[in-house]
T-cell receptor
Framework: DGGITQSPKYLFRKEGQNVTLSCEQNLNHDAMYWYRQDPGQGLRLIYYSQIVNDFQKGDIAEGYSVSREKKESFPLTVTSAQKNPTAFYLC????????????FGSGTQLSVL | QQPVQSPQAVILREGEDAVINCSSS?????VHWYRQKHGEAPVFLMILLKGGEQKGHEKISASFNEKKQQSSLYLTASQLSYSGTYFCGTEERAGGTSYGKLTFGQGTILTVHP
C-alpha cells in the first residue's frame, strides 16, 4: 500500500542535541512538506521541497534543516538552535498540480528532556 | 498570514448540524478541508477550486466564495465519528513555488455527543 511513513512516533531531545525525524513516501510524489503543530495554532510550514536537491523555507524555518537527496525521503533535523522544539511534527506529500490534496504521515511527537 | 477559522469550537448532539467557516486575506486558488483526530494524521475531506470545481467525499458539502475569499464546511446529521479538529488550508493564486503550498487555519474543535 502506498503511503507516508514517519519515524519515530515519539522522540526525546536533550539540551544542545540535534535530532532527526524521518519521512519516507512511496507515492511517487514530487513535493514533500514538513509542518509543525502546536496546540491551538494549527499547522505551520517549516520547509518544503518540490524536486530532489532543492527545498524552500516555510514560515518557521529557523532552527531546522532538511535535505532531499532522494525523491522518496525528506528528513528534518531539529537543531540545538531551536529553543522550543516540543511539538507534533507532520510530514506530507503531494503531486505538483494545482488543487491537489496533501497526504500526511502519522506524525512524530518531539519532547525536550 | 494564516486564514481565520470560526468558530473555535462546536459541541453538538448526534444528528445536529454545524457550519465551519474559513476566511483569508489573500487571493486564493483553492481551499482544502481536513479532519484530524487527536495524535493522528489529518485526513483529506474536500478541495474547492477557483472556478467552482470541487473534489472530495460525497457526504461532505462545502462552498467557496471567490470574491470574499471565504469557504464554509457544512456538516449535517452529525455522527459521533465526526468529532475531531477541522482545518482549512488555503492555496494562493500566485504561481511558481507556491503550487501545492498550503497555509492552514488554527482549527475548529468539533465534539459530537450521543
Amino acid at each position: 500500500d502506498g503511503g507516508i511513513t514517519q519515524s519515530p512516533k515519539y522522540l526525546f531531545r536533550k539540551e544542545g542535541q540535534n535530532v532527526t525525524l524521518s519521512c519516507e513516501q512511496n507515492l511517487n510524489h514530487d513535493a514533500m512538506y514538513w509542518y509543525r503543530q502546536d496546540p491551538g495554532q494549527g499547522l505551520r510550514l517549516i520547509y518544503y521541497s518540490q524536486i530532489v536537491n532543492d527545498f524552500q523555507k516555510g514560515d518557521i524555518a529557523e532552527g531546522y534543516s532538511v535535505s532531499r537527496e532522494k525523491k522518496e525521503s525528506f528528513p528534518l533535523t531539529v537543531t540545538s538552535a531551536q529553543k522550543n522544539p516540543t511539538a507534533f511534527y507532520l510530514c506530507a506529500s503531494s503531486r505538483i498540480v494545482r488543487g491537489e490534496n496533501l497526504f500526511f504521515g502519522s506524525g512524530t511527537q518531539l519532547s525536550v528532556l | 498570514q494564516q486564514p481565520v477559522q470560526s468558530p473555535q469550537a462546536v459541541i453538538l448532539r448526534e444528528g445536529e448540524d454545524a457550519v465551519i467557516n474559513c476566511s483569508s486575506s489573500k487571493a486564493l486558488y483553492s481551499v482544502h478541508w481536513y479532519r484530524q483526530k487527536h495524535g493522528e494524521a489529518p485526513v483529506f475531506l474536500m478541495i474547492l477550486l477557483k472556478g467552482g470545481e470541487q473534489k472530495g467525499h460525497e457526504k461532505i458539502s462545502a462552498s467557496f466564495n471567490e470574491k470574499k475569499q471565504q469557504s464554509s464546511l457544512y456538516l449535517t446529521a452529525s455522527q459521533l465519528s465526526y468529532s475531531g479538529t477541522y482545518f482549512c488550508g488555503t492555496e494562493e493564486r500566485a504561481g511558481g513555488t507556491s503550487y501545492g503550498k498550503l497555509t492552514f487555519g488554527q482549527g475548529t474543535i468539533l465534539t459530537v455527543h450521543p
